[in-house]
């Protein structure tokens, strides 16, 4: 059996044969989910190694040439403040030194839920509206998508076109769920650090025969 540590290094070191894809087909924008709440359940010790292989990457990120040569720029959401210190500084390093590119938004969700996304979302726009001065009624009356939209993690970022799963798994998970609503989904029994170019260019193709009709 691999051990978890090993599989989580590979894991990590895929996200730069992915940045590499992405960049050469000029896709502006990536959201690579990579510890959700739910995987804080998991036993202390695959909790602690998940962690590790996500600060050592991220702190990797801050100083890679390719990354400041293709412009990508790197930031995560999701609930920050439970994380070890150790791994949100190593985050907050990396958005410092990618914060001026801006080819490519790579978007890092780590402590990250769906439910949690959308719950925050909710209760910015309401303490939001409490600051201002707003009744309970008024605030109530000011809760519409648009606004819910207007705070989440990253409102600024556009809506997934193509969301893959990889794994095999024929679920979400909560990934995204209020930006996905319009996006495509490819499923690919292929595991995450086994995932080669062929694989990703299979997903594109897909997506590219797809007749979009957003809902309508």
């Known amino acids: 059996m691999s051990d978890p540590c090993e599989i989580y290094q590979r894991g990590a070191e895929k996200l730069d044969h992915i940045l590499d894809w992405c960049a050469n087909l000029r896709i502006p924008a990536v959201t690579l989910w990579v510890f959700s709440t739910e995987n804080l359940k998991r036993s202390q010790a695959e909790v602690t190694g998940i962690l590790s292989a996500i600060e050592a990457k991220v702190a990797a990120l801050a100083h890679d040439p390719f990354v400041q040569r293709r412009h990508i720029r790197v930031r995560a959401i999701g609930r920050l403040d439970i994380l070890p210190e150790s791994v949100v500084a190593a985050i907050r390093a990396a958005e410092a030194a990618t914060t001026q590119n801006n080819s490519l938004a790579l978007t890092i969700a780590v402590a990250y839920g769906g439910r949690e996304e959308i719950t925050d979302a ?18 109530i009356e000011r809760i519409t998508p648009e606004a819910i939209a207007r705070h989440l993690y990253a409102a600024d970022l556009p809506d997934p076109d193509l969301i893959i799963r990889t794994s095999g798994e024929i679920r979400l998970s909560g990934f995204l769920l209020w930006q996905s609503v319009h996006s495509e989904f490819y499923f690919t029994d292929v595991l995450w650090p086994a995932l080669r170019k062929v694989d990703f260019l299979r997903a594109i193709r897909a997506y590219q025969a797809r007749n979009r009709r957003f809902g309508r």
């Not at 909710?122 to 605030?139: I, M």
């Open 122 to 139: 909710v209760r910015a726009l309401l303490k939001t509206e409490a600051e201002q001065g707003a009744a309970l009624s008024e605030a």
